[in-house]
């Protein structure tokens, strides 16, 4: 038989980064399930996962997506999927704090948070992917699937612009 599991309001493990923070709900091996605060002005970098798929919820403020061509701003209430192999940014679109509620599929990625903060804070770095072990992680450091979107060469040594 299966436990049940209760998360009351406000409860959760956190961490926080610049302009964005993580509130650990729910984590299995099938999904997880974090909030994210948004400060005003921040963005994630754009990326794409080859292992998740992304449901977000908006829970407050005026919160921007886009997946690959597809640009949209939403309020609360607002759902938005993006999928596996999808190259995905968010940021925070309006004048006041916002917070999401991510459903990641399967479970897994939402290490990469805990992870990500713990190297910032023993850095004192302000930029999330400007961290030398981006360029070269440590065995183990978000080995999760994260694919960062920018310029760069791709296979065969060809110079990239991606979104």
């Not at 509130?23 to 999904?31: G, I, Y």
């Not at 886009?66 to 939403?74: A, G, I, Y």
């Not at 917070?99 to 990625?109: A, D, L, M, Q, S």
């Amino acid at each position: 038989m299966n436990d049940v599991t209760v998360v009351p309001p406000g409860s959760g493990d956190s961490v926080r980064m610049p302009g964005f923070g993580a509130v650990f709900k729910l984590a299995h091996p099938e999904m997880a399930i974090v909030e994210h605060p948004f400060d005003v002005g921040a963005i994630t970098a754009p990326h794409l996962h080859t292992r998740e798929d992304e449901h977000s919820i908006v829970l407050e403020g005026e919160i921007g997506f886009r997946s690959d061509n597809c640009e949209v701003v939403l309020g609360p209430g607002g759902y938005i999927t993006k999928p596996r192999g999808q190259m995905h940014a968010m940021w925070n679109a309006g004048t006041t704090p916002g917070r999401i509620i991510e459903v990641i599929t399967p479970g897994g990625f939402e290490n990469y948070f805990r992870e990500l903060a713990e190297l910032l804070t023993d850095r004192a770095r302000p930029d999330l992917h400007a961290t030398p072990e981006f360029a070269e992680p440590e065995p183990g450091f978000h080995s999760c699937g994260l694919v960062l979107v920018g310029s760069g060469d791709d296979a065969a040594g060809q110079r990239v612009e991606r979104w």
